[in-house]
């Protein structure tokens, strides 16, 4: 869920918070991914670090992959996250060891793990120049839904205008056209998808942070600079793949925290 929520500093204060040495550039970020053995044609990563569990603050990066060796793409850059940080979510990994927190729906925490990517969205009729993601035009029409008793539990749906309120399947939904800029572009995280857990946690994004510097209700959001920047980078024949963690979890990366093939 992309909704903003609390007031903290914006853009440019992050680096304060966040000092370039607790989450390191390139260096470390090459070695996990080295640890990681991803598949020979996963060659995009996307790869955000927070402080904490506990922390909406975050610093993204993204990597590509020639061969055998990663390199720094850009980054990192400063994104938020879930008003009350991460917990684990479901997608393309498996743990050992330390399991909780566990995402659950409206806790508020954006989902840490390894997720693949879905379609692009946006408020215009045509993607961003440069996209190469399947991208989607928000309508009034567009719904994801958020109740986890209903059938569509954590997928997009489209009602047409005139649908009334008793023919809808759901008894609360995620608005994806809305008043303001966060879901001018945007892209669907694979989280809680294959297969979908009642109440494991809905309508996950990456979006555009332009709430001056508050959080999340679980998506990590960014600068529309940087927004429009990986919507040009990623390829699907490369097979782009979200890692989100705090720092502390870093180390485990190939070793208890594992790519569910």
Known sequence: M?????????????AAVFPQGSCECAGKGIEALGRLNLPEDVRQVILVRTLSFESPYGRLAAYSRSG?????????FPVVTGEKGLAWGRG???LKGNVTPQKVEGDGR???GIFELGDAFGYAPEPPPGCRLPYRTCTTGDFFVDDPSSPCYNTWVRVPGTASDSAKKWKSAEA?????PDYE????VKHNMSPVSA???SAIFLHVWSSGGASTLGCTAMSRGSMLWLLKWLAPA????????PVSEMKRLGKDIRFLP
């Open 185 to 188: 572009i945007g892209i669907v």
């Open 238 to 245: 490369r097979h782009p793949l979200l890692i989100q963690l």
């Open 176 to 180: 994806m056209c809305i008043d303001w």
């Open 2 to 14: 992309g909704r903003f929520l609390v007031s903290l500093p914006a853009l440019a204060g992050l």
């Open 92 to 94: 393309r990994h498996t």
């Open 68 to 76: 055998r060796t990663w390199k720094l793409s850009i980054g990192p």
């Open 199 to 201: 109440g494991g946690g």
């Open 110 to 112: 954006g989902p840490a």
